[in-house]
């Protein structure tokens, strides 16, 4: 029984191991939530400009 728990342990993570995993994982979620606001401030953009001309086509050309 002593040899099962000791093989166990083996698989077992340390605290440092899951501090580094875990650090880890935050910078990846970091990264991805900077890509996110990127991409929507991107979109909001496009879709204004895109808002901006067609209320200019429609000022200009279907008001005549």
Same mark, same amino acid.
């Given at each position: 029984? $002593? #040899? $099962? ?9 340390? +605290? ?7 650090? #880890?994982? $935050?910078?990846?979620? $970091?990264? @991805? +939530? ?14 204004? #400009?895109?808002? #901006?001309? @067609? ?6 050309? @279907? +008001?005549?």
């Amino acid at each position: 029984m $002593e #040899a $099962e728990f000791a093989a166990g342990q083996d698989g077992l993570a340390t +605290r440092i191991e899951m501090r580094d995993g875990f650090h #880890a994982l $935050e910078l990846k979620i $970091e990264s @991805v +939530r900077s890509d996110l606001v990127r991409w929507v401030f991107v979109c909001t953009f496009g879709q204004a #400009a895109l808002l #901006a001309g @067609v209320v200019y086509f429609v000022l200009t050309y @279907v +008001r005549k």
